[in-house]
């Protein structure tokens, strides 16, 4: 770590990764700083024993090819792979799809009953969709237009992106049209060699690009110095910087790390509003070697619960799950199978646990989970050799993200988040945010779009060296 550096980011999910990257290809000395021993964020894997678990590669619209290949390089965009087989099993349908519009439609026009001529209505509107467009409709009021009184085609269509970024019927339409939009286009993918390769690949890119980066570094503060950004205390030690990307958590970057003497009072009085998401559950198993698991799908939505409801999905008394199904052509030349459920939480219902109370509740949360994945999986116990669990406390401990929060903040963050440089310049956010910025797509492609803005304002003739 260098005394002074042009920009510092702090934290590396895929915005903080991304942001960096672009920063130092556009010629600046960039110090990207990771509190946790890896890379990657959310969007991160671990070892156990011969198993390697994914924790968040579901999946992603096919707009993560473009994005790599532009933003990281070809070799990258030449992974990306198809996650071909979506099952949805609940008391309302079961469905399998390969969950792009030529696919929904067929599901809404034969299973569902719905008329082509709506299908096709509600799918150009998702397709119009914008940012700039009105903000006061509801994901509830749009369903409404279109499919009145069908909880069943509500749930198909909403279920999987509440599971995805946690929103719910009453946000902005356009935050699920465009998320929705984005995976009905050509279906979802997934990156070939898994979340380690995908890392260790970018570790490499950064390193070539010239962009410093530690791990196990941690930033206390951002230092504002005559209204603007000078600089960041990295595990104790001062740092100069004329620019700072925060890819921590928006509330924490705000009232932590800058402080909120540094901001208007207006400002906090609208940023008081400002949501997070909720948090996440999952339980990751590993599956002995020589075993096999047959094809189950890759990716299950399932739930026994009658109707779609967000609150449900994110109870303690878990009834709604993800199972990611990886079999070993996501790594080839491996013989692994794992699976991991995921699950919706909140902080508040594991937070209270002392250490005994709290290993016994991720033991229940293991052992609910095998007794629900008998009716894919029967022989899951025996085939099994690996278990563990992850609540909404291990992902606060892992990001630093305020309430473990998985997917930012909800639609209000956005607005604050883009526009921290007009309160203390110098200072930006990347990262999930608001919805439409969440999700590997989302962070990535927001990490470019704060770069950019980064290197405007590096640009600004004060700033200027030579
Ligand atoms: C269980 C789960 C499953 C998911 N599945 C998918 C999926 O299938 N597809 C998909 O597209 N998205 C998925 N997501 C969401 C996706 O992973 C995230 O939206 C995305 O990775 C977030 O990237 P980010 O840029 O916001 O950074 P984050 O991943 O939030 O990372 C922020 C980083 O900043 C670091 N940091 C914070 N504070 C400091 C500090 N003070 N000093 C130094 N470092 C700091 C943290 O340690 C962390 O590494 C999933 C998320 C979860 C939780």
Partial sequence: MKDKYDIVVIGSGLGGLTA?????????????????????????YFRRGQHIFDVALHGFPIGM??????????????????????????????????FDMQDFTRHLRDLFQVSEKTIDAFFAELKAMNYYDDK??????????FFPDRPDVWRLLMEPITYANGSTLDEPAISYGIVFGNFM??????????????????????????????????????????????????NGREIGANAVVSNGNLLSTVHDLVGDE?????FLDGFAEVKLSNSSCQVYMGIKPGEKLDDIGDLLFTSTHPEFDSTAI???????????????????????YTIVASMNGWLADWEHYSE???????????EDTLN??????????????????????????????????SFGTKFKGLDYSMDLAKQVPGLYHTGSVGIIMSGWLGSMNYGVMVANDVDRYMCAPTLRTG
């Fill in 20 to 44: 960096a990257n672009r920063l130092a290809c556009a010629g600046y000395s960039v110090f990207l700083a990771e509190q946790h021993f890896q890379l990657g964020g959310l969007a991160t």
């Fill in 262 to 266: 540094h901001f208007q009072p207006e």
């Fill in 314 to 336: 994110c109870a303690k008394k878990v009834t709604s799950r993800t199972y990611s199904v990886y079999y070993p052509a996501i790594r080839p030349g491996t013989d692994q």
């Fill in 372 to 405: 629900a994945l008998e009716t894919y999986v029967p022989n899951i116990r025996q085939i099994c050799d690996y278990t563990e669990a992850a609540t909404p406390r291990t992902f606060a401990r892992y990001t630093l993200h305020r309430e473990g929060a």
């Fill in 136 to 145: 006061n409709e509801t994901t509830r009021e749009l369903f409404e237009r």
């Fill in 185 to 234: 286009s050509q279906g979802v993918y997934s990156f070939l060699g898994g979340t380690d390769v995908m890392l260790d690949m970018m570790a490499e890119t950064l390193r070539e690009n010239g962009v410093d980066c530690e791990t196990r570094a941690r930033v206390d503060k951002i230092l504002v110095e005559n209204g603007r950004v000078a600089g960041a205390v990295i």
């Fill in 356 to 366: 005994a109370e709290y290993r016994s509740a991720k033991k229940d949360l293991i």
């Fill in 65 to 98: 090819k473009k994005s790599l290949r532009k933003y990281w390089g070809k070799e990258y965009a030449d992974r990306i792979i198809q996650v071909k087989r979506i099952v949805f099993d609940n008391p309302q349908f079961h469905l399998d799809t390969t």
